[in-house]
């Protein structure tokens, strides 16, 4: 069966810091995968989305970047955060978009 | 013409009781409508989906009801009970393509 990782769970860092946020997807392979930011009693805003390794579509343009260097591991990167930063992160994958997504846990990350 | 829209934002029901959310869309090539419950602090997921090709689905008590004509789908919440509150999301997609989300219910169900 398939699995989606995402780690850490949560995060607090300063102003200014790097960001690096991982997620892993297990038992597929060429899977779409998505970046998703949710503000505190928000919707869901979609950040980046990926069709294949090396392949990256930004949403909205920001402080943030995505990559993916392997089939099955997306990366969200930032080299500076800023306070407008802070949210739940959500990575989710979907199979070609036939069956839906499924998503990760999150991580929330808190920008003092 | 790519939005999907959602109401209530919010929605306070008696335990028991029906809970009806509701979704309009506008790109009549959209082909797939799944509906995903998020509780606080995790990841939504997938509750139930329906395709233009049926006007109803149900799972459980869990009604997603469509009409292709207006453009709109809707869930409903049959006897619902506390650990139902969740917020609640619609969204829409061509087949292969990114979902379009709508913004969100928040439904909060007391004994």
């Known amino acids: 069966s398939q699995t989606i990782h995402q780690w850490p769970a949560t995060l607090v860092q300063p102003v200014g810091s790097p960001l690096s946020l991982e997620c892993t997807v297990e038992g597929t392979s060429n899977p779409n995968l998505y970046w998703y930011r949710q503000a505190a009693g928000r919707g869901l805003q979609l950040l980046f989305y990926s069709v294949g390794i090396g392949q990256i579509s930004s949403e909205v343009p920001q402080n943030l970047s995505a990559s993916r260097p392997q089939d099955r591991q997306f990366i969200l990167s930032s080299k500076k955060l800023l306070l407008s930063d802070s949210g739940f992160y959500l990575c989710a994958w979907t199979f070609g978009g036939i069956y839906g997504y499924t998503f990760g846990s999150g991580t929330r990350l808190t920008v003092v | 013409q790519q939005q999907v829209k959602q109401s209530p934002q919010s929605l306070i029901v008696q335990k028991g009781g029906i809970s009806i959310i509701n979704c309009a869309y506008e790109n009549t090539a959209f082909d797939y409508f799944p509906w995903y419950q998020q509780f606080p602090g995790k990841g939504p997921a997938l509750l139930i989906a329906?395709?233009?090709?049926?006007s109803e689905k149900k799972e459980g008590r869990f009604t997603i009801s469509f009409n292709k004509s207006a453009k709109q789908f809707s869930l409903h919440i049959m006897d619902s009970q506390p650990g139902d509150s969740a917020t609640y999301f619609c969204a829409a997609s061509t087949m292969g393509d990114k979902l379009i989300f709508g913004t969100g219910t928040r439904l909060q169900v007391f004994p």
């Open positions: 329906i395709r233009p090709d049926v």
